[in-house]
């Protein structure tokens, strides 16, 4: 089994900026890949940011040029680097890890909200 536990969250004006931290535990060899994830209320959770084990990266259009995926192996953990943040970006935010065959793991999330 993988653990995951996300810190970084909290309130944020318009246009400020937020790192959110997302370390590994457990069986962190079975990771093949992994994300940020955010769900606002009312809303289906949703894809924000994809990391390889490569480190090939990919964005949801809405968040392209603001909102940067890193990871950092030798410390377990991924980042999600978070700019010129809008009120439309409050969310809870959840890191996941890919780890085929088995099914993901989620962490327990940690909300971000944008306003001022």
């Known amino acids: 089994q993988v653990q995951l536990r996300e810190s970084g969250g909290g309130l944020v004006q318009p246009g400020g900026s937020l790192r959110l931290s997302c370390a590994a535990s457990?069986?962190?060899?079975?990771?093949?890949?992994m994300a940020w994830y955010r769900q606002a209320p009312g809303n289906q959770r949703e894809l924000v940011a994809h990391?390889?084990?490569?480190?090939?990266?990919n964005y949801a259009d809405s968040v392209k040029g603001r909102f940067t995926i890193s990871r950092d192996d030798a410390k377990n953990s991924v980042y999600l680097q978070m700019n010129n943040l809008k009120p439309e970006d409050t969310a809870v935010y959840y890191c996941?890890?890919?780890?085929?065959?088995?099914?993901?793991?989620w962490g327990q999330g940690t909300q971000v909200t944008v306003s001022s």
């Open positions: 996941n890890a890919q780890r085929p065959p088995w099914p993901d793991s």
């Open positions: 990391i390889t084990k490569d480190g090939d990266t």
């Open positions: 457990g069986s962190i060899f079975t990771i093949n890949s």
